[in-house]
Nanobody, 119 residues
């Protein structure tokens, strides 16, 4: 059974940094493109960063230049380094695989980790 466990969230002031790890199990992790998704209050869940199986990264415009995604295949873990946090980064952050057409995966969703950016 596929399982993703996110952690590392918290309450941060604008301009702060956080690093979110996500541990994966039940999949051949190294073979999958992985992504970090964000669901802001009252909004749909969106893909904000992704890393291919080969390590190529891509970011949503809203986070490009501030967030960095990476993966450690030996640990079955994907990370999201978040710098220069803004109040609009507030939301629940999830990791999951990335589909071919970038639509939301049907399953595998974990509990997510809450990130709140506020002064």
């Amino acid at each position: 059974q596929v399982q993703f466990v996110e952690s590392g969230g918290g309450l941060m002031q604008p301009g702060g940094s956080l690093r979110l790890p996500c541990a994966a199990s039940g999949i051949m992790f190294r073979n999958y493109a992985m992504g970090w998704y964000r669901q802001a209050p009252g909004k749909q869940r969106e893909l904000v960063a992704r890393v291919s199986s080969g390590g190529r990264t891509n970011y949503a415009d809203s986070v490009r230049g501030r967030f960095s995604i990476s993966r450690d295949n030996a640990k079955n873990t994907v990370y999201l380094q978040m710098n220069g946090l803004k109040p609009e980064d507030t939301g629940v952050y999830y990791c999951n695989s990335v589909t071919m057409n970038l639509s939301l995966p049907d399953d595998g969703w974990g509990q997510g980790t809450q990130v709140t950016v506020s002064s």
